[in-house]
């Protein structure tokens, strides 16, 4: 009797998502082997399209939660705690044999105010936020030990401002500088076996990389666990340079003693005036070029970029643990949405046909070599 793994590949291989589009039928986790976990995002209520879940079985050895581990939708209340969505996520993980990440437990965006401000939206005391902070990493952290492999523990936390140091978020203000020494001493505690991780954005230019160098050495001085730095990796196709700067920051961060993994991957095609991927940052207009079509020179360079990055990663065997894309197929990426809302963007590997795009076979060819 097959294994349900091999018949959800032979399923896909067969299907309307290669067939007669000339793709290479190996696929991202065979050719990533045991060099790196390859990764996507989801949301639970995506692997109930059938079409979907066998994309993501076949093609993917390790799922993030998009949205459905953040204290917003685990811990929306005092004591109200909500893991029947994320639940999903990691049984279709283990239905698979894919490892789960947890994304995240300290975060200033999709998190619930109560945790640490009062009623009046003012700081809460730095006790009584300390106490928050530890309920919430205790319980969630305590439910999924065993199933999870690693966490996010804090997501976002060093300034884009040149002259400061640490965001101002609400976790900061009601404990101090030291919250992050805290979250990562808690889920330690909490489990033990799981790793930590620090994830942000742009960690990979220079400003941001040596302030998230400082943060790795403040952790390790403080006692703290801390296995591997995250770069999101989200990236556009106008910036060029970011690839080098990659290559530049995963060797800085091994330098360290941290592994490294690329963890929100994705290259937005369209134009945009700020750069970073600050949720809080959005813009109300934007041109929507390829609302009707991507046009082919684009998805071709498009492909020449994903190969630029990967090949930086293969440049650094044993540093890089994780590739994880923020998304499976263009129709349900979240920069469909962001900066600007309902444009037509075209980031990810798969089309919204769940097709393979040329930036497939890029990445596949890249991996191919040793």
């Not at 109200?80 to 789960?100: G, L, P, Y």
């Not at 808690?186 to 994830?199: C, I, R, S, T, V």
Request: aromatic letters at 8%; charged letters at 25%.
């Amino acid at each position: 009797m097959r294994h349900p793994k091999t018949i959800l590949l032979m399923l896909f291989l067969a299907g309307p998502a290669f067939a007669g589009s000339g793709a290479p039928t190996t696929t991202l986790r065979g050719a990533a082997g045991d060099r790196f976990l390859i990764g996507t995002a989801v949301m639970s209520r995506q692997l109930d399209d059938p079409k979907f879940s066998v994309l993501v079985a076949s093609q993917f050895d390790c799922l993030t939660g998009e949205n459905e581990f953040k204290p917003i939708s685990v811990h929306p209340r005092p004591g109200v705690f909500r893991f029947e969505a994320a639940d999903r996520i990691v049984a279709f993980a283990q239905a698979h044999q894919m490892k789960v990440v947890g994304h995240t437990l300290c975060w200033h965006s999709q998190s619930p105010a109560w945790l640490f401000q009062g009623p009046d939206r003012k700081p809460l005391p730095r006790e009584e936020a300390i106490r928050n902070l530890k309920e919430h990493i205790d319980t969630v952290v305590g439910h999924f030990k065993g199933k999870v492999i690693g966490w996010d523990v804090v997501n976002e936390a060093i300034s884009d401002a040149k002259n400061s140091y640490l965001r101002e978020s609400p976790a900061r203000r009601a404990i101090g500088d030291d919250f992050i020494l805290k979250a990562f001493e808690m889920a330690h505690a909490a489990d033990p076996g799981a790793e930590l991780y620090y994830n942000d954005y742009n960690d990979e230019t220079a400003e941001k990389l040596t302030k998230t160098i400082r943060l790795v050495r403040e952790l390790k001085a403080g006692g703290a666990r801390i296995d591997a730095v995250g770069i999101q990796g989200h990236y556009r196709l106008d910036d060029a340079g970011a690839p080098d700067r990659l290559d530049r920051a995963i060797a800085a961060y091994a330098a360290e003693g941290v592994k490294v993994m690329i963890t929100e991957l994705d290259v937005d095609v369209l134009p945009r005036r700020g750069r970073g991927a600050d949720v809080g940052a959005r813009e109300q207009t934007g041109a929507n070029p390829y609302q009707d079509r991507f046009p082919a020179e684009i998805a071709e360079a498009q492909a020449r970029y994903y190969a630029r990055i990967f090949r930086a990663v293969q440049k650094h065997p044993g540093t890089v643990t994780r590739v994880t894309f923020w998304g499976t197929h263009d129709g349900a990426t979240w920069l469909n949405n962001w900066p600007v809302p309902r444009r037509t963007n075209h980031p990810l590997l798969f089309d919204r046909e769940l097709k393979p795009k040329p930036a497939l076979g890029a990445v596949l060819e890249v991996l191919s070599k040793p």
